[in-house]
């Protein structure tokens, strides 16, 4: 069982800045692949960022130069750096991570980008 609690959302205006960040429980944190995904009002749920154990890094291309995935195995924490923020980036932004067959969500949190 993995619980995953993110934090960080708020309202920005567009340009601006802000850090999402997620904390995982379990002790193999270091092992997990994790994951950014978002989903706007009326959309599907979409993959914005991933980064594995490895440090492999993937992102969607809306996001690409704009945003960046980070981890901090010891803080069982991963990051979500969001630059030059558009009002389309606004959506609620979930924490994501599958591990032994299983996919775990955390609850949300909301980043809303308007002047």
């Known amino acids: 069982q993995v619980q995953l609690v993110e934090s960080g959302g708020g309202l920005v205006q567009p340009g601006g800045s802000l850090r999402l960040s997620c904390s995982a429980s379990?002790?193999?944190?270091?092992?997990?692949?994790m994951a950014w995904y978002r989903q706007a009002p009326g959309k599907e749920r979409d993959l914005v960022a991933l980064?594995?154990?490895?440090?492999?890094?993937n992102y969607a291309d809306s996001v690409k130069d704009r945003f960046t995935i980070s981890r901090d195995n010891p803080k069982n924490t991963v990051y979500l750096q969001m630059n030059s923020l558009k009002p389309e980036d606004t959506a609620v932004y979930y924490c994501?991570?599958?591990?032994?067959?299983?996919?775990?969500w955390g609850q949300g949190t909301l980043v809303t980008v308007s002047s």
């Open positions: 994501y991570t599958h591990l032994y067959g299983t996919d775990y």
């Open positions: 980064i594995t154990s490895s440090l492999r890094l």
């Open positions: 379990g002790n193999s944190f270091s092992m997990y692949n």
